[in-house]
């Protein structure tokens, strides 16, 4: 009987998704328990002597290591990696709550750096020998150069400190629409995303640019270009359904990737502007040496991440039908 | 290349290979100031001892009576703060330049390290193959496909703070670029004649690689490292922004925007913005170079 190729690639990807996640565990596991001192881990820095054995025999401490890393992952598959010390409550959890925050801080930033990166990005592909093709493409290797926590920091200054214009700390009030909680639904709320979402923006915007030209520039000499205006369609119609149509795989898959890296990037523009996420939960918890967080943090976002790579292949084999779901490339 | 010039005549600079890339790389005035803007950079860096008013970590030499000195006030000591002073009082101007000697040392050292590393193993994986090279690539492939600073969040985490372990940090982050782009060049080497020839004339495996294919992959290599310097560089600023990379006592340009960033609220910007500009400045030339080895090295992977 013949299996169902696009059922039998989902089981594939996911079993190495799952292969991914084991071994990130395993080495968050032992970096913890090798480089630092897992009784460290466990109890406050306060904690005396009595406290301090308590918890070795209640985690097994005293047990082999082996025996130690199933607990770990037995743990861990329950949704288990430990109590904060800071705030007493499972770390999990305390990462799950600041989750959306850090969620609303991403889209918005990907939503700006969309909108000003593929324009941007595709008049300097259709037009790459005029001047402002080439200032385009000198800005955006400019806005690679960018420290994002600097630029943070001079938008604070110049928007915040001298225009006062914007807020520069916090998520401002927080609406609710549909049972969802943001700050997208608020004027103040809006008022406080626009500097960090605008900050962490900058860093893939200059990312599509480029992706979208060199997108651009090869569709631009591909034979149905060339026979739409042939046909006498209008340029801006040559624009809009043949060559965007055509950039926006490799623009949607990178994005999607990259999509995971705005919010590991969101740690530093969190910090700067005190934006409730889990990423400036992880700065504070690295600070104040609250392990189980930091071990929840790893754990969660490479779950993540696993899960955006996963997602984004399954669409991406869906939409180009070159890719073949039975080669043995992954 | 020149290999019919006539015998009495010397081959002249501009048509050995060495001269066709400077000569290349000149056709872009964009690259060659940024060059001359880093070479720059890097000599005041190097000279900062000789040529900065105060040692600003010599506590001898800083008044906390001259703290927060605006650009062009005039010191306790004399001299003017051209740039302004910082919190403690020291010189921003001399704080900038021992500051930029750490992150340049921390981040061209990194890169150093990760180079040979990353060289040594992607040379071996293309040489070796079959299953150590699918091991070794699939290694590579799982680091790439997570952002350099969470891998950099979660070894500084573990690690704690310090110079060697910032350097261990990025050379465990950039170890990879290198790899996957010496294996990438050097299994597109290892495919051709000389190599063979080599092969036919006894030469040891070890020999082989680094004696004949390696030298054939520097191209490739020598825009990594460029490219990977100025995010080694960028990254170390970050994680000491943070909090989390240098110690206060190795300060960097990171660690003196972080105690600029205080100030900031009460309109004293230029604490942070210097040593930001001078950060943005390195980073950003370093790029163009590279941007510019990258058209004259490969073409291929050409923009």
Partial sequence: MQTDPMLAFLIRRTGQSAIVVLLMATIVFFGVNVVGDPVHMLVSPDADQAEIERVIRQFGLDRPVIEQYGLFLKGAIQGDLG??????????QLILQRFPATLELAVSALVIALVFGIP????????????????????????????TFWVGIMLIMFFSVQLQWLPSTGRGDVGSFLGIESSLFTLDGLRHIILPASNLALLKMSMI???TRAGAREVM??????????????????????????????VVTVL????????????????????????????DSVLQLDRPVIVAYLMIVVFLFVLINLIVDVIYSALDPRVSLTGAKS | MSASLPSSQKPRFKDTSLGVFVSQFLESPVAVVALAILVVIISLAALAPWITPQNPYDLAQVDIMDARMEPGEEAFAGYTFWLGSDGAGRDLYSAMLYGLRISLAVGVFSGLIAMVIGTVIGLTAAYAGGRIETLIMRLVDLQLSFPAILIALMLVAALGKGVDKIIIALVAVQWAYYARTVRGSALAERRKEYVEAARNLGLSPARILFGQIMPNCLSPLIVVVTIQ???????????????????????????????????????????????????????????????????????????
């Fill in chain 1, 209 to 211: 640019i480029r992706l």
């Fill in chain 1, 221 to 250: 000499q591909q034979d149905y270009i060339k026979f739409a205006r042939a046909k006498g369609l209008s340029f801006g119609r040559i624009v809009r359904v043949h060559l965007l149509k055509n950039i926006m795989i490799p």
């Fill in chain 1, 120 to 147: 941007l990005g595709v008049y300097a592909g259709i037009r790459p020998d005029t001047r402002s093709a080439r200032a385009i493409m000198a800005a955006s290797i400019f806005g690679f150069s960018l420290p």
């Fill in chain 2, 229 to 303: 310097t100025a995010h080694a560089i960028a990254l170390e600023a970050t994680l000491s922004f943070l909090g989390i990379g240098l110690p206060q006592t190795e300060p960097s340009l990171g660690i003196l925007i972080s105690n600029g960033f205080e100030y900031i609220l009460s309109g004293k910007y230029w604490i942070s913005f210097f040593p930001g500009l001078a950060l943005l400045v390195t980073v950003f030339c370093i790029n163009l170079v590279g941007d510019q080895l990258r058209d004259v090295l490969n073409p291929r992977l050409a923009k």
């Fill in chain 1, 256 to 283: 999607g990737l990259e999509f995971g890296s705005l919010i590991a990037f969101s740690v530093v523009t969190e910090s700067i502007y005190a934006w409730p996420g889990m990423g400036k939960l992880l700065i």
């Fill in chain 1, 83 to 92: 109590t904060s010390f800071i705030f007493g409550q499972p770390a999990v």
